[in-house]
């Protein structure tokens, strides 16, 4: 028989989406900050 499900597990997946990391985030900030660096440089 499969174990019952976890409500601590779901409670903190609803707390962090697991289709959103954190990296992701911190990737699209230093992007952004890189094209507007890049374009008032030309």
């Avoid at 174990?3 to 699209?28: G, K």
Wanted: charged share 5%; aromatic share 4%; glycine share 2%.
């Amino acid at each position: 028989p499969q174990p019952p499900p976890q409500p601590a597990a779901q409670q903190e997946q609803h707390q962090v989406p697991p289709h959103i990391p954190i990296s992701t985030n911190i990737q699209i900030l230093s992007w952004g900050w890189l094209r507007h660096s890049m374009s008032s440089i030309t």
